[in-house]
């Protein structure tokens, strides 16, 4: 299983980490153009999808050859989740006063 493990923990931890900063870059559009669906649909795939990096990054260090590609994998999950929890709140925020405005 020379580095399978690795690419997926790091593939996730791509879509994980930009599924929240895109959501952090354009919260108008989201909240405006697509209403409200989209917007629970970006932070969960964020958040979850950084579970699996650091799920997935965990096992690659465990059982992978090639340890940096897991290790890559793992740092982008954290710093998903760390994001999509940091703004999370202001992101909320956001939405209600579209909603309540």
Partial sequence: MEKNIGIIALVCGVLGYYGGVLLA???YFV????RILP??????S???LSGAAIAFGIMGLINDDS?????AGLILGLSGI???IL????????IALVLWD
């Fill in 25 to 27: 870059i354009f919260p």
């Fill in 31 to 34: 909240a405006n153009v697509l």
């Fill in 67 to 71: 340890k940096s590609i897991s290790i």
């Fill in 39 to 44: 917007f629970f649909a970006f932070i969960a």
């Fill in 87 to 94: 703004f999370l709140p202001f992101l909320i925020k956001l």
């Fill in 46 to 48: 964020g958040t979850l």
């Fill in 82 to 84: 760390i994001f999509n």
